[in-house]
């Protein structure tokens, strides 16, 4: 044992050696079992702030939610809904189309995918400017726009990995086997979350 | 030098450091102008100019240092460069100084990084304990005072006791469960230096306009919404330390979900391992709470929101819930990994198979589950809910079970076994199970509601606390250090001075921490920089026993210091431990193991002759090695 340390410090020629490979011991991949925590803390960071939703809506009791004369435009936001939702539709036809080695559909997927991606933003921030309370307005302003407003950094952060997929997909990096296409899944499986977390916010926010 | 700033590096962090204050800089500057506002705000909880520069100059550092260097490449869709191992293990000192990718060298950066933490945050300890050696005021004024003890408990909770778990567990673990590396090592490498990042903002805030945060670690609202720019930088940096751990955490346990050698299955996991796994689940599902806690705060103070402004809607006691399901399974992220680190030693020590080994393993997981229940006994008196009090009482009531079940088990342990105290580790292993009944048993008292609502906020608070964490927490990192010391460094410590620092550092402890106890159900208030000159005697033996214990902890860094320069050669194995860290040379090669290990039995199969924990790589290729039984009569060897 010594003498490996010895040799792995010195400058042996076998210097660039590497690691043994580890040992495989569950049948899950080691980056979409991270990604997987990772959603996990984040569902948990979205759940501080329904918390804090819960106690200004429920626990401190206003006497109306929304305030008097706040209309939220429920359309636009249903609308907003509609495009993220089938966001995760096109993803997932990336994600097949890859595993069929369909260089053409993943394209397509990914490109109509980060679009959709970009109108929810997009159509969001135009919201923003024109709905009429800022965040300084009370408590509802303060829940309402760090709510939608830390949903949107996830929707930005989303595109941006979805830009990567993108930028590499049209290299012609990605092919049918599972570790040659996990930048296509991670990003898929993230794109998910951020999907399902905005229908729980869209009915927390919006409809009920 | 000019290939120098091109390389990720200091120069290019330096670099990156200063154009990222300036792009914050500008940015808030711009943006102010722009809209027609003075281009400076100056209100005690505004200072854009300054808070928005803190948060990216650091993101410009790690961008120059050269942390996000292959995810760049990668996100630019270039061919990332075959793994070279440039950026893995230390060959030099000034290898310790780079972003490196090996977990033992992450490993040893946690921990001495840590451990000049707890120096500063032991300093900032000592100056409290020389005001409140006598009634009236001494040295600092109030409000300085109050900066002394957040600050305190702040960098000691979070640039110390937890990372420096993280950093003892990354240099051993990987090796427990015989993997080559962790699993994200650019990530882990990552988390690090995040936390020196964190450690300066919270120091730095001493430097900001109206002195450092001073609304105690938990920084209640409202009066951490109203309290001076100091404040903000706590904000910002505890979204630093906590990410630091959210990401730690997350790589330990895809590390052990999928990285564990062939034949390690749950139940041959060493107690270190489960230990850690369970500490990792707290971290990722709680301290997300806590970064939104400070998110709400820090809207409040720089945006304007009124989360917490009562005026406006706002719902303070929220703070209190928010904040405290993150800390009060903080305290458990602050003790678990201790638990798993005193059974290894003391069934290694006592020559004895860990007592109850899978109901050791369960207590830890009954601990996880528990801790996301208990949160409200820390605010009986903060006017919340008056139906929640007693299922909190009950819940807390039942925690105490499963930690009941670890001290009975390590009490088992020892119970007929081969005891070795030779080692200082042991004698720390085995003074803290008794130290931290102490404190147990005080938070048993605490959890009771009208015992709580009799002492909160008054130094029986404070004794528990440091019964917990003095006597728990640190004990178990002292022991934990002691113990793996030969490993990390190749060398022994010297025994005598390891005995000193024991005996001085157990001594100092009790005599400190045990009169408080006293002064507490008294009624002298904790947070406080003068008191009723009653207490004046006992405060003077606890600030005469504080400053003993400081000074012991001298001849604690002496001893590591030198030792790990001059020490003796320690050997691979000089505890004669099973697991499979202790089965490589010290230190361990750089890539952990030529070949995987193979594991054939259970961790501590100490006194059965012949059995076999694990089988390391070259030792007779496809020798058969009948797996080996978990003993049931144990024979002292
Ligand atoms: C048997 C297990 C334990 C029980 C039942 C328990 C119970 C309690 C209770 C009820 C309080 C609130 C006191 C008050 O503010 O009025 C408290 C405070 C505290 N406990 Fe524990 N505790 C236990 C173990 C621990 C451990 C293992 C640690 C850390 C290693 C710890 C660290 C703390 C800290 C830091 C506080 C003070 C928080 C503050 O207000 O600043 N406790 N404990
Ligand atoms: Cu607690």
């Keep these: 044992m010594e003498s490996a340390s010895i040799a792995a410090h010195g400058h042996v020629d076998d210097h660039h050696h590497g690691p043994p490979e580890a040992h495989q011991s569950a049948r899950i991949d080691r980056t979409i079992l991270g990604i997987l925590l990772f959603i996990l803390s984040e569902v948990m960071l979205f759940g501080a702030f329904f918390a804090a939703y819960f106690f200004l809506r429920v626990v401190a009791d206003p006497a109306s939610w929304p305030p008097e004369g706040v209309e939220l435009p429920v359309l636009i936001a249903g609308i907003n809904t509609c495009i993220l939702v089938s966001s995760s539709f096109t993803i997932h036809y990336a994600l097949e189309a890859i595993k069929h080695n369909n260089h053409r559909g993943l394209k397509l997927g990914l490109t109509t995918t980060w679009l959709l991606g970009a109108t929810f933003l997009f159509i969001q921030i135009n919201e923003y400017i024109h709905i009429g309370f800022t965040p300084r307005d009370g408590a509802f302003g303060s829940i309402f726009f760090s709510l939608t407003g830390l949903h949107g950094a996830h929707v930005f952060v989303g595109l941006l990995l979805l830009t990567f997929a993108n930028i590499r997909a049209y290299r012609g990096h990605f092919g049918p086997e599972q570790k040659d296409h996990l930048g296509v899944e991670v990003p898929g499986i993230y794109w998910h979350f951020v999907d399902i977390m905005w229908i729980i916010v869209f009915l927390a926010v919006y409809i009920i | 030098m000019a290939v120098a700033i091109r390389q990720p590096g200091w120069y290019r962090g330096a670099i990156g450091l200063v154009l990222g204050a300036a792009f914050g800089f500008c940015l808030v500057v711009g943006l102010r102008l722009l809209s027609g506002l003075d281009a400076f705000q ?140 962790m699993a994200f090592p650019r990530l882990n490498a990552l988390s690090f230096w995040l936390l020196p990042i ?122 209190q819930h928010i904040f405290w399901f993150y800390s009060h399974p903080a305290v458990y992220i602050m003790m678990l990994p201790g638990f798993g680190i005193i059974s290894e030693i003391i069934s290694t020590h006592a020559r004895k198979p860990v007592f109850g080994y899978r109901l050791m393993a369960l207590a830890l997981i009954g601990i996880v589950v528990l801790s996301y229940s208990v949160w409200a006994h820390h605010m009986f008196v903060a006017g919340m809910f008056s139906w929640l009090r007693v299922p909190i009482m009950i819940t807390t009531m039942l925690i105490a079970v499963p930690t009941g079940i670890k001290v009975f088990s390590w009490l088992g342990t020892l119970f007929y076994g081969k005891i070795h105290t030779y080692s200082t580790a042991m004698l720390f292993a085995l003074a803290f199970i008794i130290t931290f009944t102490v404190g147990g048993i005080s938070g048993v008292m605490l959890g009771m509601i009208p015992i709580d609502i009799h002492v909160s906020d008054t130094y029986f608070v404070v004794a528990h606390i440091h019964f917990v964490l003095f006597g728990g927490s640190v004990f178990t990192i002292f022991a934990g250090i002691y113990h793996w010391f030969p490993k990390m460094t190749g060398r022994m410590y010297d025994e005598r001075l390891g005995r000193i620092h024991f005996w001085g550092t157990l001594v100092g402890t009790w005599m400190t921490f045990i009169p408080m106890h006293w002064i507490g159900m008294d009624g002298m208030p904790r947070r406080v920089a003068d008191y009723a000159s009653q207490y004046g005697d006992w405060n003077l033996l606890i600030s005469v026993s504080a400053f003993v214990l400081g000074a012991v902890q001298l001849i604690f860094l002496y001893n590591m210091i030198v030792s790990w320069r001059f020490g003796p050669k320690a050997g691979p194995n000089p505890w004669r431990a099973n697991s499979i860290e202790w089965q490589v040379s010290s230190p361990p090669p750089v890539f952990n193991f030529d070949e995987i290990p193979r594991v054939v039995g259970g961790p501590y199969e100490y006194g059965t002759p012949g059995a076999r924990h694990a089988i390391m790589g070259g030792e007779g290729e496809g020798a058969e090695v009948p797996e080996t039984k978990p003993s049931t009569v144990t024979v002292p060897s």
């Design chain 2, 198 to 319: 964190a450690g300066l903002i919270f120091l730095g805030s001493f430097l900001a306009p109206g002195g450092s945060f001073d609304a105690g670690w938990t920084g209640y609202a409202p009066l951490s919404t109203g309290a001076p720019l100091g404040q903000s930088f706590f904000n910002i940096g505890v979204q630093f330390a906590g990410a630091s751990s959210i990401a730690t955490a997350l790589n330990f346990l895809v590390t052990i979900i999928t990285m564990r050698a062939p034949g390690m299955n749950l139940w041959r996991m060493p107690l270190l391992v489960w230990a850690n796994l369970s500490t990792s689940l707290l971290v990722v599902g709680a301290t997300p709470f806590v970064a939104g806690a400070q998110f709400m705060v820090f809207f409040d103070r720089i945006l304007g929101m009124n989360f917490f402004n009562f005026l406006e809607g706002g719902d303070v006691i929220s703070y």
């Design chain 2, 42 to 181: 100056t209100e005690q909880t505004g200072y854009p100019q300054v808070v928005v520069p803190l948060i990216t100059a650091p993101f410009g550092f790690l961008f120059g240092f050269g942390a996000f260097d292959y995810w760049f490449r990668w996100a630019a869709g270039k061919p990332t460069i075959p793994e070279d191992h440039s950026g893995h293990g230390a060959t030099k000192w000034q290898d310790y100084f780079k972003f490196n990718t090996d977990h033992k060298v992450i490993g040893t950066q946690y921990v001495v990084t840590t451990l000049f933490f707890f120096l500063v945050g032991g300093l900032l300890a000592l100056l409290m304990r020389a005001e409140l050696a006598q009634p009236g005021t001494q040295i600092v004024a109030a409000n300085t005072f109050n900066g002394l003890f957040s600050t305190h408990a702040v960098v000691m909770i979070f640039l110390f006791i937890i990372p420096v778990f993280a950093g003892l567990a990354n240099y051993v673990l990987p090796l427990m469960i015989g993997a080559p590396d």
